[in-house]
């Protein structure tokens, strides 16, 4: 499944070209945005197979935008991994507890990352 498309929705650009890289070297399209509200949008054009999703984004944060796609039936069975430097266990158990199909803590151990978005991605397919 490597030509699958992949929205990242995060707002340091380091760590968008980290991501970037990381999964165009292996063989995956991307698309970026730097907020929810941009994020949303090409979820509803481009139809991602994933999206990575920050929590802390300016504006609406990725909770907030995690619901709205849940409620959009163009956008809800798209899954998508909360991306965040959150590591607290409380933390994890929050934005889990909101929906989100999986969770990968900042900074990325890039092994662990590429086998999530594999799993996740095998997991979503019909």
Do not use: C, W
């Not at 490597?2 to 970037?20: P, Q, Y």
């Not at 730097?34 to 802390?56: V, Y």
């Amino acid at each position: 499944m490597s030509m699958a498309l992949i929205l990242i929705v995060e707002d340091h650009e380091k760590n968008r070209k980290l991501v970037r890289d990381v999964l165009q070297f292996k063989g995956y399209r991307i698309i970026e945005a730097e907020t929810a509200e941009e994020g949303l949008r090409l979820a509803r054009a481009q139809h991602p197979a994933l999206i990575l999703m920050d929590i802390q984004l300016p504006g609406m944060n990725g909770i907030e935008a995690l619901a709205i796609l849940r409620g959009d039936p163009q956008t809800a069975n798209i899954p998508v991994i909360a991306v965040t430097a959150s590591a607290m266990t409380q933390e994890r158990d929050k934005i889990m507890a909101a929906g989100f199909d999986a969770y990968q803590r900042k900074p990325l151990a890039i092994k662990e990352f590429l086998a999530l978005v594999q799993h996740t991605l095998e997991a979503a397919r019909p």
